[in-house]
């Protein structure tokens, strides 16, 4: 029995103004979690060969971005 191929599919679309991201997945959280941190390793280093900075910063850039999002959402929480 052939087991069901799953997914994670991104597309993030960029215009001058603006920046629309949706995502598309067919894979148990697990996978969901283990994709989304190969896609920043993949981001980070794209990003350090154009850039003089290091992957290793970059990915710290990125997680203290994603920090802040969980604690101004936690706040938001907090106020309602």
Known sequence: ????????????????ER???????HANVRD???????AAENIAQSIAN????TVSEILGAMAMDILSL????YENEEED
């Open 1 to 16: 029995m052939e087991s069901q191929k799953r997914y994670i599919e991104i597309r993030i679309e960029m215009d001058g």
């Open 19 to 25: 920046v629309r991201v949706e995502l598309s997945a």
């Open 32 to 38: 969901l979690a283990h994709g989304y941190v190969t």
């Open 50 to 53: 154009r850039s003089d900075a």
């Open 70 to 73: 969980g604690a101004e959402a």
